[in-house]
């Protein structure tokens, strides 16, 4: 207000002038352009004829001064007659009187600082004979002004005390939103919310009492593939199935419901938001089943490999009381026999294993295998020709065991159906991809299964719960960006060769 206060005061000073001084120039011309005036200066005293005529135009326009003058600029009128035929002052005349012109100007007179305009006077042959000056005062001019500014100012008041008073309400009810928090507070709980909503592991959506998406975290767009740019939609464009109009109506909280989200099984919990006893919105949060999965899968491959290690264990001990036998008995050759041969087995195993396989993930998890493998007479080689460098982080234990631990076994289990109990694992790192191949001595696969042999639930073999090992392979397989490629060889059997890149791709 005070900026717009001031920038009118400029344009309305400037305004105010510009008027005057057109005022005071159009009766200058036309008291220079009056027959009586112009013929008064015919006459031996002018003055007579010329101050009645100027001072009753003066008083009817409102200037301060109605000045005519001859060419020597003596005065012919004058508000206070006894200045007449003294010169005028000023030192304004020269345009008027010299070319002609008419223009206005200001100058500081006898009666003070003024604003003026000039007019020539003609006779008429044409000839400059006098002058008009018509004058306001500078101070009447600022009075003026000042006048208008003080009308303006009251109105510029008013509405300034308005908008205070205006402003004063919108804080109170604006504050009444947002719980009385200062600006500062809000920016600080917005980026502890981006924090926390980032670091959730869980999935987030929230709805108003519309049902429209106001607020989605990453994890919920990863879990559930769907875009940044569906909030502000409606839920059931963005999620068909979802059940949270159920908890908008019925305000109940539900926990650990299961359902299908875009082809995904996610446990869900659906909280109702309550405001003032009314519910406004509710906040859904799930996890992937499948995580859960992995991790039971996980767990329980780990407690496989518990198993295998006493399995083995258990063979050691068999085969130590067997040569404890044999020296009891004296047959000390065939005891050296046996160890010579024992000692050769694992010699090159633990070569392999040891000096050409560097990573220790796969190390354990080889080991598991070979006890196991000891266990069921089944014998489980690793390809000499092997070499494995440490894996990338993104590669972890979980993954390995996942993948490892279900081709190797479903191998086993090929086999134990085979005359020829024989399993072979081979693995390199060279290339752009790390390759681990599992070849079998069984039956192979048969054609019209290997387009369904990953998927969930489908199995060759009997018994319940069967078909989820291979599936959970594909799935970790493809989080890594890796492809599997099955092959019957002509030896019989089966091969799967799992090609995992050394790195990860962006995914847009």
């Not at 065939?334 to 010699?347: G, K, L």
């Not at 024989?422 to 060279?430: K, Q």
């Not at 018994?463 to 989080?479: C, D, I, M, P, Y």
Request: negative net charge.
């Amino acid at each position: 207000m005070v900026i717009l206060t001031g920038t009118y005061s400029y344009f309305e000073t400037k305004q105010t002038e510009q008027h005057m001084g057109q005022l005071a120039l159009q009766v200058a011309t036309t008291v220079s352009f009056m027959p009586g005036i112009q013929e008064a200066f015919k006459l031996e005293n002018p003055s007579e004829v010329i101050q009645p005529i100027v001072e009753q135009i003066r008083e009817e326009v409102g200037a301060e001064f109605i000045i005519v003058g001859n060419k020597e600029s003596i005065r012919y009128s004058h508000p206070q007659e006894w200045k007449i035929g003294k010169k005028m002052v000023g030192g304004d005349n020269d345009r008027a009187l010299l070319k002609g012109e008419y223009y206005t100007s200001k100058a500081v007179g006898s009666l003070g600082p003024s604003l003026r305009g000039k007019a020539p006077i003609f006779d008429p042959e044409g000839n400059i004979i006098g002058i008009v000056s018509v004058g306001f005062m500078q101070e009447d001019i600022q009075a003026v002004v000042f006048n208008k500014l003080i009308k303006f100012s009251m109105i510029a008041l008013l509405v300034l005390v308005l908008g205070i008073g205006g402003g004063i309400v919108l804080a109170r009810n604006i504050r009444k939103d947002i719980l009385g928090l200062e600006p500062h507070q809000i920016a600080s709980l917005y980026r502890e919310r981006n924090a926390i909503l980032f670091s959730i592991k869980e999935g987030i959506i929230a709805v108003d009492e519309s049902g429209k998406i106001t607020l989605m975290n990453q994890t919920a767009i990863n879990i559930l593939g769907i875009k940044e740019d569906s909030i502000n939609q409606q839920i059931e464009k963005v999620i068909p199935n979802t059940e949270m109009y159920r908890v908008l109506e019925s305000g109940k909280f539900e926990s650990d419901q299961e359902m299908i989200l875009k082809d995904k099984v996610v446990i869900v919990n659906r909280t109702p938001i309550i405001e003032k006893g009314r519910i406004v919105g509710v906040v859904a949060t799930f996890r992937d089943k499948t995580e859960i999965s992995e991790m039971v899968n996980t767990l329980s491959e780990v407690r496989k490999y518990s198993e295998d290690l006493r399995a083995q264990t258990h063979e050691f001990t068999n085969k130590l009381y067997a040569l404890s036998g044999l020296l009891q008995l004296g047959e000390y050759q065939e005891a050296i026999d046996f160890i010579q041969t024992e000692s050769s087995t694992h010699q090159i195993q633990s070569r392999i294993l040891l000096e050409q396989i560097h990573d220790h993930k796969v190390q354990a998890i080889l080991l598991g295998k070979i006890g196991k493998a000891s266990e069921h007479k089944i014998k489980f080689t690793i390809d000499p020709n092997s070499f494995l460098k440490a894996l990338p982080e993104h590669i972890d234990l979980s993954k390995l065991i996942t993948i490892l631990g279900n081709i190797i076994d479903n191998a086993f289990e090929e086999v134990m159906k085979s005359d020829s109990k024989e399993v072979t694992f081979f693995t390199t790192d060279i290339g752009n991809d790390i390759v681990f191949e599992v070849a079998d001595k069984g039956n192979g696969i048969h054609v019209e299964n290997q387009s369904d042999i990953f998927s969930k639930g489908f199995s060759t073999k009997d018994g319940k719960n069967r078909g989820f090992g291979l599936a959970s392979v594909k799935q970790v397989v493809t989080e890594l960006n890796g492809t599997i490629e099955i092959q019957n060889l002509r030896s019989g059997g089966a091969a799967f060769s799992i090609f995992i890149p050394k790195k990860m791709k962006n995914v847009s």
